[in-house]
């Protein structure tokens, strides 16, 4: 297939705020490398690939605390350093706090007033849960179907959403089934798979296309982490229903993860722990002979695709690999991001989501 030139854009944004957990290798390491807080506001670290006790301090207490579960509580403006030590290993996460009134502005527009509603969309006898938000002003607008990754659910795209429909989109996230301990959709996470996600998605992108107030020929799809690698499969199948698709972080790594965990399938429990919810051994046993990117070189239009340059969860070579493999594909690389974007960073994202959308 013939390659495009493709773009990689560098832009300096500040530091990591919270991350969407997702599969990754059995190294130990810790989630974020780098936070930014609000005094007052709490985020939670964790260390994932070791069973051993992990021990939690704070080298300026007046700044932050952390409790003997990881959860770092703000306390006035300033710096220190969180540490997890598991056996003689140390891991650091450098903590920035800031003052309440220093926080950037939240995205506002006077363009358009508009409505929120919970959505439950009935598929084949599941239900998905979600939420859409539309300009209350009468219309056909462009849609965009909102993924969230692994572990979420659609209140991880609750910025994302008011801010596009505020600018003339539908905007419409929701709970995979099975897909969060949180999730309110049906189903049970023991029998959800990366493809019962996509056919979560389908179902979703079929009800969304055929509502009065969208604009059947603009859909885009937009996909986080885990659900980001859902969204490159359901385009694979739209194809050109779908104008373009944007990408947060994509992992499009899992599969190599887990083959890497259990080379043989006959390693695979039938129930398996993995940061807060349980698996099925369908999970891992319909993508160990999965390769991703022989399965994703098909759509046609354009992929944006968004990383941070921190992010200890999806490898970077996955990004530069998914732009070769796009015949239209833009990687946009965020400085000292991770997996899971600052306030800072965020903003600056949707900002960049928003203009591509606007193009299309």
């Known amino acids: 297939m013939h390659k495009n030139l493709k773009k990689i854009s560098l832009i300096a944004l500040g530091a990591l705020f919270i991350t969407t957990a997702i599969h990754t290798s059995a190294k130990t390491k810790l989630n974020k490398t780098s936070l930014t807080l609000e005094e007052g ?6 260390v994932t690939g070791s069973k051993k006790t992990i021990k939690w301090s704070s080298s300026d207490k007046k700044v932050a605390t952390v409790t003997n579960k990881g959860k770092v509580t703000a306390k006035k403006a300033g710096n220190c350093k969180i540490t997890a030590k598991a056996g003689s290993k140390k891991y650091i996460c450098k903590l920035k706090v800031i003052k309440k009134d220093n926080k950037p502005a939240a995205d506002t527009t006077d363009t358009e007033k508009i409505t929120i509603k919970e959505l439950i969309i009935k598929e084949n006898n599941k239900e998905i849960y979600g939420k859409i938000y539309y300009p209350e002003k ?3 607008y462009p849609a965009v179907i909102l993924s969230h990754g692994y572990n979420g659910t659609n ?12 600018n003339g989109y539908v905007a419409y996230a929701y709970d995979f089934c099975g897909g969060s301990s949180r999730s309110k959709s049906s189903g049970k996470s023991t029998d959800m798979t990366i493809f019962t996600e996509k056919e979560d998605l389908l179902a979703v992108f079929n009800y969304i296309q055929a509502l009065n107030n969208v604009d059947p020929d603009q859909m885009f799809l937009f996909g986080g982490s885990q659900g980001g690698f859902v969204t490159t499969l359901a385009a694979e199948e739209l194809m050109d229903k779908v104008k373009s698709v944007i990408l947060y972080f994509p992992a499009l790594n899992i599969p190599d ?23 099925g051994k369908e999970f891992f046993l319909s993508i160990h002979d999965f390769y991703t990117f022989d399965n994703i070189d098909s759509y046609p239009n354009d992929v944006l695709i968004i990383y941070g340059d ?3 969860i999806v490898p970077y070579d996955a990004m530069i690999k998914a732009q070769k493999t796009y015949n239209n594909a833009e990687l946009v690389v965020l400085k000292n991001e991770g997996h899971g974007f600052s306030s800072q960073g965020g903003k600056k994202a949707r900002e960049m989501v928003l203009d591509f959308l606007k193009k299309h």
């Open 310 to 312: 921190k992010d200890n």
């Open 41 to 46: 506001e709490s985020a939670t670290l964790k």
């Open 138 to 140: 009468e219309g056909k």
């Open 155 to 166: 209140s991880d795209f609750v910025q994302e959403c008011t801010y596009f429909a505020q």
């Open 257 to 279: 993860d887990w083959r890497r965990n259990y080379p043989t399938i006959d390693k695979i429990p039938e129930v398996t722990d993995f940061w807060g919810l349980k698996l």
